[in-house]
């Protein structure tokens, strides 16, 4: 009996497995209501990043989903998806990548 090809087998498992999620490739632009600006560049899925609050508007450049929140920490379940190439006006506390 020959364990070895049954072990190789587990291995490439578990490294497939741990792959870490790849970055949204693009870039989430935030503005504020009094003109100012961020950019987060490759977005890495579920991190939270925070917003500017009420009033500001998200600009979704990268190729996934982006959800945002109202509030700073990404806590509140709010389904309020922004597709690639959209813009979201309003309050965004919070946003994250999907994927």
């Known amino acids: 009996m020959r364990p070895i090809p049954a072990?190789?087998?587990?291995v490439a498992l578990a490294l497939v497995c741990a792959t870490p999620a790849a970055a949204a490739p693009g870039i989430?632009?935030?503005?504020?209501?009094d003109g100012q600006s961020r950019?987060?560049?490759n977005p890495q899925p579920n991190?939270?990043?925070p917003g500017f609050g009420p009033?500001?508007?998200l600009l979704n450049r990268t190729s996934g989903i982006?959800?945002?929140?109202?509030d700073s920490n990404c806590r509140i379940q709010v389904f309020d998806p922004v597709e690639p190439g959209t813009t979201k006006q309003g309050n965004i506390g919070s946003f994250r990548a999907l994927d």
């Open 7 to 10: 072990v190789s087998a587990a």
């Open 28 to 33: 989430v632009r935030l503005f504020s209501p």
């Open 39 to 41: 950019i987060i560049t």
């Open 47 to 49: 991190q939270c990043h």
């Open 55 to 57: 009033g500001s508007s």
């Open 66 to 70: 982006v959800l945002v929140f109202p």
